[in-house]
């Protein structure tokens, strides 16, 4: 404990500098509108876009940045289709390329959602806080340690000029997820003796190599494929538990210990990551977290978190079903606001009050926690927190300098016992 304590203390330490006024750096709060830009605009990228435009009638979509032509080209059909005049993007602010986000951020945005792969995000985050933009940033925001070191620098940045920062961590804005934490937290439960996370899902399809592709256009159509790109599926889509977890426990792990592999997706066109994972997390209090994750066709489906307490029992799954049940009960209805535009309201209400949100570092731990238990799956080894913050691995420099011919990367299934804990 006194080592996680002193991280963060010193985290604190490094980002304590001066405070600017908000107005020097981004939207002008006297004005009605605020200007989007998306960067990244596959089918979240998109769907992020439609539910910031739905959060907030003052915003417009002003600018579009993809690597991939037809991918912007659908985004920006579907957005006019559906909201018309509130999507103001002529032909010179749609943007294609790999220097794409940097001629987004030049647009004259107030705002940007970053949306690409994974392996981007910590580039595309650093040099839009640089740029004095507000972020909306999709989960998980680096896929190995350098890049969420690389996020907690830009964290300092945030700080400093007093940006607003919000990541797609949809369930932390659900009253599901809030009424029930807060009544755990509360004691309703009593004290917490263990948790179980799940993420057990059907598994997304490869899109088939077409003629002229390169080896990396190949790799980064099916990025979900590639831990490089996306950091499997612990990092890219449990992600969320992790972090629901986390957020019970108000700490990150001591460590973890995992396994895993790939049992129903073996073919090459599944890339490097595996199919299902078994991974035990402890908490500072001794508490265990078992957390499972899975992606295979024609299996039980289940995504919930669950908490065991001397005094009961409290259950969050999904968007569906919460209860509380222990020294009080809380079984509330079923109807919620949308979370995933409740996120974006959330954001551009703090930033028009000139009191911006920023949620860096909670996404920031929950992403490197998850990180830790898929390197403890892929080695077999027990991964400590120190070990993962000060962990050489590093997919950052893969995406720098990056093109279409680029040489793609290979990486070998990870074996446990014989993948090396870098």
Same mark, same amino acid.
């Given at each position: 404990?006194?080592?996680?304590?002193?991280?963060?203390?010193?985290?604190?330490?490094?980002?304590?500098?001066?405070?600017?006024?908000?107005?020097?750096?981004?939207?002008?709060?006297?004005?009605?509108? $605020?200007?989007?830009?998306?960067? @990244?605009?596959? *089918?979240?990228?998109?769907? +992020?876009?439609?539910?910031? #435009?739905? =959060?907030?009638?003052?915003?417009?979509?002003?600018?579009?940045?993809?690597?991939?032509?037809?991918?912007?080209?659908?985004?920006?059909?579907?957005?006019?289709?559906?909201?018309?005049?509130?999507?103001?993007?002529?032909?010179?602010?749609?943007?294609?390329?790999?220097?794409?986000?940097?001629?987004?951020?030049?647009?004259?945005?107030?705002?940007?959602?970053?949306?690409?792969?994974?392996?981007?995000?910590?580039?595309?985050?650093?040099?839009?806080?640089?740029?004095?933009?507000?972020?909306?940033?999709?989960?998980?925001?680096?896929?190995?340690?350098?890049?969420?070191?690389?996020?907690?620098?830009?964290?300092?940045?945030?700080?400093?000029?007093?940006?607003?920062?919000?990541?797609?961590?949809?369930?932390?804005?659900?009253?599901?997820?809030?009424?029930? $934490?807060?009544?755990?937290?509360? @004691?309703?439960? *009593?004290?917490?003796?263990? +948790?179980?996370?799940?993420? #057990?899902? =059907?598994?997304?399809?490869?899109?088939?190599?077409?003629?002229?592709?390169?080896?990396?256009?190949?790799?980064?159509?099916?990025?979900?494929?590639?831990?490089?790109?996306?950091?499997?599926?612990?990092?890219?889509?449990?992600?969320?538990?992790?972090?629901?977890?986390?957020?019970?426990?108000?700490?990150?792990?001591?460590?973890?210990?995992?396994?895993?592999?790939?049992?129903?997706?073996?073919?090459?066109?599944?890339?490097?990551?595996?199919?299902?994972?078994?991974?035990?997390?402890?908490?500072?209090?001794?508490?265990?977290?078992?957390?499972?994750?899975?992606?295979?066709?024609?299996?039980?489906?289940?995504?919930?978190?669950?908490?065991?307490?001397?005094?009961?029992?409290?259950?969050?799954?999904?968007?569906?079903?919460?209860?509380?049940?222990?020294?009080?009960?809380?079984?509330?209805?079923?109807?919620?606001?949308?979370?995933?535009?409740?996120?974006?309201?959330? #954001?551009?209400?703090?930033?028009?009050?000139?009191?911006?949100?920023?949620?860096?570092?909670?996404?920031?731990?929950?992403?490197?926690?998850?990180?830790?238990?898929?390197?403890?799956?892929?080695?077999?080894?027990?991964?400590?927190?120190?070990?993962?913050?000060?962990?050489?691995?590093?997919?950052?420099?893969?995406?720098?300098?990056?093109?279409?011919?680029?040489?793609?990367?290979?990486?070998?299934?990870?074996?446990?016992?014989?993948?090396?804990?870098?």
């Amino acid at each position: 404990m006194s080592q996680l304590l002193s991280r963060r203390e010193f985290l604190k330490a490094s980002v304590a500098l001066s405070a600017l006024p908000v107005a020097q750096f981004a939207h002008a709060y006297g004005s009605d509108i $605020i200007k989007v830009g998306l960067v @990244g605009c596959g *089918g979240r990228g998109t769907g +992020a876009a439609m539910d910031c #435009l739905r =959060a907030d009638e003052g915003t417009v979509i002003w600018a579009l940045g993809d690597i991939f032509e037809d991918r912007l080209a659908q985004c920006y059909e579907g957005l006019s289709g559906a909201f018309g005049e509130r999507v103001q993007v002529p032909p010179e602010r749609r943007f294609i390329g790999f220097d794409a986000y940097k001629r987004v951020l030049e647009s004259g945005i107030d705002l940007v959602l970053l949306c690409t792969p994974p392996a981007f995000r910590p580039v595309h985050f650093l040099a839009a806080v640089e740029a004095g933009k507000h972020v909306f940033m999709e989960k998980p925001v680096a896929v190995c340690p350098e890049g969420v070191r690389m996020i907690l620098r830009g964290d300092a940045i945030v700080r400093q000029k007093r940006l607003g920062v919000m990541p797609g961590t949809q369930y932390r804005w659900h009253p599901g997820y809030q009424g029930v $934490i807060e009544r755990i937290h509360a @004691g309703h439960i *009593g004290e917490i003796r263990a +948790a179980y996370a799940y993420y #057990l899902a =059907a598994s997304p399809n490869p899109i088939p190599r077409k003629e002229g592709w390169s080896d990396m256009v190949y790799q980064l159509r099916n990025w979900l494929f590639y831990t490089w790109l996306a950091g499997d599926q612990p990092v890219e889509q449990f992600v969320h538990n992790i972090d629901v977890m986390n957020w019970v426990m108000g700490s990150v792990p001591v460590r973890a210990i995992g396994m895993g592999g790939r049992q129903a997706r073996t073919a090459p066109e599944y890339g490097d990551v595996y199919d299902h994972f078994a991974i035990e997390y402890e908490y500072p209090n001794g508490v265990r977290v078992v957390a499972m994750c899975r992606q295979m066709d024609n299996v039980a489906y289940r995504v919930s978190n669950l908490v065991v307490g001397s005094e009961g029992t409290a259950l969050m799954q999904q968007f569906t079903d919460f209860y509380v049940r222990g020294k009080q009960t809380w079984e509330p209805g079923k109807q919620w606001p949308n979370p995933y535009v409740e996120e974006h309201r959330v #954001l551009l209400q703090s930033i028009r009050k000139g009191e911006p949100i920023n949620e860096t570092r909670t996404i920031a731990e929950s992403t490197l926690t998850a990180i830790m238990g898929r390197m403890a799956a892929y080695t077999g080894k027990v991964v400590s927190w120190n070990d993962v913050m000060n962990s050489k691995l590093n997919y950052v420099e893969r995406v720098l300098n990056i093109d279409y011919d680029s040489p793609a990367p290979r990486d070998p299934v990870p074996i446990p016992g014989r993948t090396p804990l870098i």
